[in-house]
């Protein structure tokens, strides 16, 4: 038994439609791959803000400590700015020389 031309038509047509639907859930404005790349820059952006947020609270104590105790200010000052008390003596060592590359034999 053979199906008549029309209805294969029909069918046809109903399969392309479907396909493109399918076609258009999943590679569309709005389709699974969009909504992937979506949640997985959103799940970054998250893993950026706990971060940042871990950092300023890291600042907050590092500026909290810099206005109430003068022990960090004076490590600061002779770290960073190589200040002594009086009397002290500094002594400043120069860095290593950087390392020569082998030579390689003939």
Do not use: W
């Not at 699974?32 to 970054?44: H, V």
């Not at 003068?70 to 400043?92: D, F, N, S, T």
Request: hydrophobic share 40%; net charge positive; proline share 10%.
């Amino acid at each position: 038994m053979t199906v008549p031309l029309s209805r294969r038509v029909v069918i046809f047509v109903v399969a392309a439609a479907a396909l493109a639907v399918l076609i258009g859930t999943a590679v569309g404005d709005r389709g699974y791959m969009e909504m992937r790349r979506r949640r997985d820059a959103y799940a970054q952006m998250q893993r950026e803000v706990a971060q940042l947020q871990a950092e300023n609270r890291s600042l907050q104590t590092d500026i909290s400590a810099l206005k109430t105790d003068p022990y960090v200010i004076e490590k600061l000052a002779r770290e960073k700015l190589g200040y002594a008390r009086p009397g002290e003596v500094i002594y400043l060592f120069p860095p290593p020389p950087p390392p020569r590359p082998a030579e390689t034999a003939p």
